[in-house]
C-alpha cells in the first residue's frame, strides 16, 4: 500500500463542505473565481492522467472537461465567505448560530460568519464549485505552483463525476439543521473519499486491509492526518465532529454499501433514493437492507407561542442521531455512553423562542421520538443526568411513551408552568415507525 501521506487527509476534511452545499440557482457563465490563475501546463498533464484513474476507480466518466485553476490562499478565504453568504443569508446564519447557542453547542460570542470561512479555509487545499463547475486548488506563502498532492485531485475530481451524473447543486441540501442534509453531504464526501483512497492504495488488495481496518476505526484517518492546534482540533466539538463526520462516517458508509450491492446500490444513494437521516449513515443496514430499514419519524414541536405573548419562534430542525451523540459526548465526555443513548433515535425536531434584543432570552423546546419505549427511556435517563442544570428532561403525559421533550431556557415559574401545560396537551402526528419502503435491498 501506497504511504498515506499526513496533510493532504487533513486538508480533505476541511474541503468543499459549503460549495458542495449550494441550493439550485441559475448556472452562471462558465469561468473561474475572479483572482484564479489557470494550472501550470506540468500540473495539467498531470490532471488529465488523474482523470482517467478517478474515471477507471469510480467507474464513471467525466462527460466534459472540468475547468481548473489556482487561487491564493487569502482569495480562498474571501471565496468562502462570499459563499457563506449566499448559501446562508445574515437571518439564516443568526438561526443556526441560535440553534446551536441555544443547546450549547458553541459559545455565546461566536460569530460563524467570521469564523466558519477561517474554519475552512485553514488547511483546504481544494475545492470543487458544483455552481461554477470549476475546480480550484489553493496556493500557500512560499509555496510552488505544481506543489498539490495528487490524492486531492483525485477528490475534487471525484466530485466533478459526481455533479455530472447526479447534479451535486439539486442533490445537496446546504440548511445546516437538516439532518437529512448531514446524511446526503456524507454521501458525497463519502463517495469521493473511497474514491481517493483507492488512488492512495494503489491495489484492490492494498485498499481491502486499509478498508478493513477503518471500518473498524474510520477515525484512523485523523490520526494519520495529525490534526493540531489551530486546525479542527480547536474548533467547537459540534463543527469539528460534523465536518468529519461527512467524511469519515460518509466513508465507511459507502463502503458498506459497496459491499451489499456494488456500484449500483451506491449511485442510488444519489438518485432515486438518498439516505434520509445520519442514523442510516452510521448504520447502513437500515437504509440498504428492506428487511432493516428505518426511515425517520416526522416529530411536531408542540407551539408554546400562545403561552409565551411576547416569544418569536427564531429557529427550528433536527440534531439526528450524529448531533445527538456529539451533544451527550460533549455533557458526558464518554463516547460509548453518548452513543449508546443517541441509537435507537426515531426522530427529532427542536424550535428556539427568542424574547428581546440580542442576547435577549432564550428558549429551547426539543421534542425526540425513539424506536422503543426502553431507548426513550435510556435517553432520558443519560440526558437527564449528563446535560446538567438548566435542563428538564420529560415525558409529557398526553405523548406516546416512546416520546421524550427536553426544555431549556430563561423562564420564570409562571412562564414554565404555562409551558409544561402546552407541552402536555394532545399532539398531532404521533405515528409508530413507518415501514421499510420497497426501495431498500
Known amino acids: 500500500m501506497a504511504a498515506m501521506a499526513p496533510k ?3 486538508v480533505l476534511l476541511c474541503a468543499g463542505l459549503l460549495s458542495l452545499g449550494a441550493a439550485p440557482a441559475p448556472s452562471p457563465s462558465p469561468g473561474l473565481p475572479v483572482g484564479a490563475e489557470p494550472l501550470p ?47 446562508l443569508p445574515p437571518e439564516d446564519l443568526r438561526s443556526f448560530e441560535l440553534a446551536l447557542e441555544a443547546f450549547g453547542l458553541i459559545p455565546g460570542n461566536l460569530d460563524l460568519a467570521t469564523y466558519l470561512p477561517k474554519l475552512l479555509s485553514e488547511e483546504v487545499a481544494g475545492f470543487y ?16 505552483a505544481d506543489e498539490t498532492d495528487d490524492s486531492v485531485l483525485v477528490h475534487e475530481l471525484a466530485h466533478a463525476i459526481q455533479d455530472q451524473h447526479f447534479r451535486l447543486d439539486v442533490y445537496t441540501d446546504f440548511d445546516p439543521l437538516s439532518d437529512e442534509g448531514t446524511a446526503r453531504s456524507a454521501v458525497v464526501e463519502g463517495d469521493a473519499m473511497w474514491v481517493m483512497l483507492r488512488s492512495i492504495a494503489g491495489s484492490d488488495a492494498a485498499f481491502d486491509r486499509l478498508a478493513g481496518a477503518l471500518s473498524k476505526d474510520p477515525e484512523v484517518l485523523v490520526s494519520q492526518a495529525a490534526i493540531g492546534p489551530g486546525a479542527l482540533a480547536g474548533a467547537p466539538p ?96 464518554e463516547r460509548s455512553t453518548a452513543e449508546g443513548a443517541a441509537a435507537g433515535w426515531g426522530g427529532d425536531r427542536f424550535a428556539v423562542y427568542t424574547r428581546g434584543e440580542a442576547p435577549g ?56 408552568g404555562r409551558v409544561r401545560s402546552a ?10 415507525p413507518p415501514a421499510a419502503p420497497s426501495q431498500g435491498r
Request: charged share 30%; with cysteine.
Open 8 to 10: 493532504p487527509l487533513l
Open 41 to 87: 501546463a506540468a500540473l495539467e498533464r498531470r490532471v488529465d492522467e488523474l482523470v482517467r484513474q478517478t474515471e477507471s476507480i469510480r467507474g464513471l466518466r467525466l462527460a466534459r472537461p472540468v475547468l481548473r485553476g489556482v487561487l491564493e490562499e487569502e482569495a480562498v478565504r474571501r471565496t468562502l465567505a462570499e459563499k457563506i453568504g449566499q448559501e
Open 129 to 144: 464549485d458544483p455552481e461554477g463547475k470549476y475546480l480550484v486548488l489553493v496556493r500557500r506563502a512560499g509555496q510552488g
Open 238 to 333: 459540534f463543527l469539528r465532529e460534523s465536518l468529519l463526520f461527512s467524511y469519515l462516517q460518509g466513508l465507511t458508509f459507502c463502503l458498506r454499501v459497496k459491499e451489499l450491492g456494488g456500484r449500483e446500490l451506491l449511485d442510488r444513494a444519489f438518485t432515486t433514493d438518498p439516505p434520509r437521516s445520519s442514523e442510516q449513515i452510521l448504520h447502513p443496514e437500515k437504509w440498504a437492507v428492506k428487511e432493516l430499514r428505518d426511515d425517520p419519524v416526522p416529530v411536531p414541536v408542540p407551539d408554546v407561542g400562545d403561552a409565551l405573548p411576547g416569544w418569536t419562534r427564531a429557529a427550528e430542525g433536527q440534531l439526528g442521531e450524529m448531533g445527538i451523540a456529539v451533544l451527550l459526548r460533549g455533557s458526558a465526555g
Open 361 to 416: 432570552r432564550r428558549l429551547l423546546i426539543w421534542s425526540t421520538e425513539w424506536d422503543s419505549e426502553a431507548e426513550a427511556a435510556e435517553f432520558r435517563s443519560v440526558a437527564a443526568a449528563r446535560l446538567g442544570a438548566g435542563w428538564e428532561v420529560r415525558s409529557p403525559a398526553a405523548s406516546p411513551s416512546r416520546r421524550v421533550l427536553v426544555i431549556r431556557g430563561d423562564l420564570d415559574e409562571a412562564e414554565r
Open 423 to 432: 407541552l402536555d396537551a394532545p399532539v398531532a402526528g404521533a405515528t409508530p
